[in-house]
């Protein structure tokens, strides 16, 4: 594989970051996971007003502008041959002495992109759902930010596959669910209502998200942006998930509870068809 790392297409054995990189000591960075469908970029653009977001944030600068980040995608897609997968791309804020405060003098941001060959349309977790277990979600506080900060989901995700599912929902204090591990997360209410949690710094401001909540509309489906509680979702008539990776994914138990007939649902079909149609 053809990996890009701070101006080189190098073959990944030969890719280096330095072991000063503050990505790799404080997980100062950020990232975004662009879908290929048919050989192109899913939202691309969406991927980009959100990474500027994160990286204003963080005060970090941008190696490179919206239309050089473009080419360096459409390159490493073509160079690979990627028809269906995903772009990783990654911007920290680079090398140097080891230091909680951000470096005073200019340095250059890291930036790193690979691509990951994998099916999206056609997916055995489509044709059947996931089941997803919760977990009180213990991350910071400023969720929709995409840093590259990952502890917290990647053990709410091992806590999740050890209770037999796919994927985690965590919960806030209150009781509601805040996201998957790296979706968003909505319920289908025994009325036929679309619900999902507002933005706000709890949750990621999914990409996936905004097209869905807006083809729901344009269709003419019921949707309620609000947040959901654990209780609530055990009695929903459908649930699922969206991302740049699984579009929009039915779940079909959560925490052992089957969801309707615990089989991927009509309302979550319909959006994962039309999800689907659109980004093709
Ligand atoms: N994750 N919430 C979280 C916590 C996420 O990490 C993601 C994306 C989403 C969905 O956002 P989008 O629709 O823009 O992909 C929601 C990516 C796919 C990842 O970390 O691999």
């Keep these: ?12 054995a030969d890719a280096k970051i330095s072991v000063f990189d ?47 980040l473009l080419a360096i995608h459409r390159e490493l897609v073509s160079r690979n041959g990627i028809e269906e997968g995903l772009v990783y791309m990654q911007i920290t804020r ?13 340095v250059p941001a890291s930036l790193v992109l690979f691509t990951q060959a994998k099916p999206l349309r056609d997916t055995s977790a489509a044709r059947t759902g996931i089941a997803v277990a919760t ?39 209150e009781g ?36 869905v909540v807006r083809i729901a509309e344009e269709t003419g489906m019921r949707i309620e942006i609000r947040p959901f509680s654990v209780e609530e979702a055990l009695r929903a008539r459908e649930a699922f998930v969206t991302s740049a990776s699984a579009f929009v994914m ?13 089989k991927p649902g009509e309302f979550t079909l319909r959006l994962r068809e039309a999800y689907i149609a659109e980004a093709d």
């Design 176 to 211: 509601f669910v805040t996201e998957g591990t790296s979706n968003n997360a909505y319920i289908v209410t025994a009325e036929g209502v679309v619900v999902t949690r507002h933005l706000s710094n709890d949750i990621l401001h999914g990409i996936t998200r905004a097209a």
């Design 94 to 106: 680079g090398a140097a002495e080891r230091d909680f405060a951000y470096p005073s003098g200019p």
């Design 250 to 262: 039915p779940v079909i138990s959560i925490d052992g509870t089957a969801i309707g007939e615990a």
């Design 1 to 12: 594989r053809i990996v890009y790392v701070n101006g080189s297409y190098v073959p990944e």
């Design 22 to 68: 503050r990505g790799f000591l404080f997980a100062d960075g950020v990232y975004e996971v662009t879908a290929v469908l048919s050989g192109k970029l899913v939202d691309f653009g969406g991927h980009m007003k959100r990474l500027r977001r994160s990286l204003d944030e963080l005060a970090l600068s941008s190696p490179a502008d919206d239309e050089a």
């Design 135 to 173: 977990v009180p979600d213990l991350r910071w506080k400023r969720r929709d930010i995409k840093t590259v900060q990952l502890l917290y989901p990647s053990m709410a995700k091992m806590e999740a596959k050890a209770k037999g599912a796919g994927d985690a929902w965590m919960v806030d204090e």
